[in-house]
C-alpha cells in the first residue's frame, strides 16, 4: 500500500487482514446505503416531473402509448378466444371420448347378432335338411279347408278395401283371380 505521500507503507498480511475486515464491517455499508439513497432520490426527481415527464406530451410517444393499448386490447381477445377454444376443445374430447365408448358397445352388440345369425343359419339349415329328407306328403282335407277359408278372407277384405276407397259397396264385383 501506498501513502498519499507517494512513500510505500510496509504491512504485515495479518494488518492488510485487519484493514479488509474493517473496511467490510464499518465503510462497506455507508457507501452502499448512500449509493441506494441516490438512486431513490434520482427516480423520485424524474417521477415527479423530470425531463422524461415532459416528454409525455410527445406526439411520437402518445401514438406508441394508443398503438401500446391496441395490442393490450388484441392480446386481451386473443386470450378470449384462446379460452374458448381450449374449452371447446375439451368438449370435443369428451364427445369423441363417449362416441368411442357407443362405437366399442355397438362393436359388442354386433358380434354377439354375428354370432346369434351363425346359429339361426345353422337351424334353418338343419330344419330344410330334415324337410329335404322326408318324402312328399299327399295334401289332406284340413289343407284343402284352410285354402278355402283363407279365399272367403280374401274375398272379404277386397269388399271392405273398395267400400273404404270409394266404391259402391252395392256393385258386388268378384275379385281378380288369383294365378295358379
Known amino acids: 500500500m501506498e501513502t498519499p505521500g507517494g512513500e510505500a507503507l510496509e504491512l504485515t498480511p495479518q494488518e492488510q487482514q485487519l484493514l479488509r475486515r474493517f473496511f ?4 462497506l455499508p455507508y457507501v ?3 449509493g441506494a439513497a441516490g438512486l431513490l432520490c434520482a427516480a423520485l426527481a424524474l417521477a415527479r416531473g423530470g425531463p422524461a415527464h415532459e416528454a409525455g406530451n410527445d406526439p411520437g410517444l402518445l401514438r406508441l402509448r394508443t398503438e401500446l393499448d ?12 384462446l379460452q374458448r377454444m ?4 375439451e368438449e370435443t374430447a369428451r ?4 362416441l368411442h365408448r357407443r362405437f366399442d358397445s355397438a362393436l359388442q352388440r354386433v ?3 354375428e354370432s346369434g ?8 339349415m338343419d330344419s330344410v335338411a330334415r324337410l329335404a329328407a322326408k318324402p312328399a306328403a299327399a295334401p289332406s282335407a284340413d289343407l284343402d279347408a284352410m285354402l278355402e277359408r283363407l279365399d272367403s278372407v280374401e274375398t272379404r277384405l277386397f269388399y271392405l278395401e273398395r267400400g ?3 266404391g259402391d259397396p252395392g256393385g258386388r264385383s268378384p275379385p281378380p283371380a288369383a294365378p295358379d
Not at 381450449?86 to 376443445?89: C, G, V
Not at 364427445?95 to 363417449?98: P, Q
Not at 351363425?118 to 334353418?124: A, C, G, L, S, Y
Open 70 to 81: 391496441a395490442v393490450r386490447m388484441d392480446l386481451e381477445t386473443a386470450r378470449g378466444r
Open 32 to 34: 452502499v446505503g448512500l
Open 86 to 89: 381450449e374449452r371447446a376443445a
Open 117 to 124: 345369425a351363425d346359429e339361426t343359419q345353422k337351424r334353418v
Open 164 to 166: 273404404v276407397a270409394g
Open 24 to 27: 467490510r464491517r464499518h465503510t
Open 95 to 98: 364427445s369423441a371420448e363417449a
Open 111 to 113: 358380434d354377439v347378432l
